[in-house]
Nanobody
Framework: QVQLVESGGGLVQAGGSLRLSCAAS????????MGWYRQAPGKQHELVAA???????NYADSVKGRFTISRDNAKNTVYLQMNSLKPEDTGVYYC????????????WGQGTQVTVSS
């Protein structure tokens, strides 16, 4: 099994920045791509950003140019640098990892709250 623990959420004013971290532990070699999802009140769970094992990123259109995902494989950690935050970025952010040995097997963190005030 793989465990994911997020940190770095909080309350910030619009235009501010936050950096989320997600530390993985357990059977690390099973981890393939990693990513961040968010769940906003009244909205669907959505992918914010993802990064392959080799470091290639992918972003939702709504965060392109503002958010940066990165990955440190030596530390088994993925980061999400969020700049120019907007109130619509508010939500619970979840770290996600795909299992590279078992199809459709995913791991999830417990979530961290991000609140952007206007």
């Amino acid at each position: 099994q793989v465990q994911l623990v997020e940190s770095g959420g909080g309350l910030v004013q619009a235009g501010g920045s936050l950096r989320l971290s997600c530390a993985a532990s357990g059977v690390i070699f099973r981890i393939n791509a990693m990513g961040w999802y968010r769940q906003a009140p009244g909205k669907q769970h959505e992918l914010v950003a993802a990064i392959t094992r080799g470091g290639s990123p992918n972003y939702a259109d709504s965060v392109k140019g503002r958010f940066t995902i990165s990955r440190d494989n030596a530390k088994n950690t993925v980061y999400l640098q969020m700049n120019s935050l907007k109130p619509e970025d508010t939500g619970v952010y979840y770290c996600n990892a795909d299992d590279r040995l078992t199809a459709r097997l995913e791991y999830w963190g417990q979530g961290t709250q991000v609140t952007v005030s206007s």
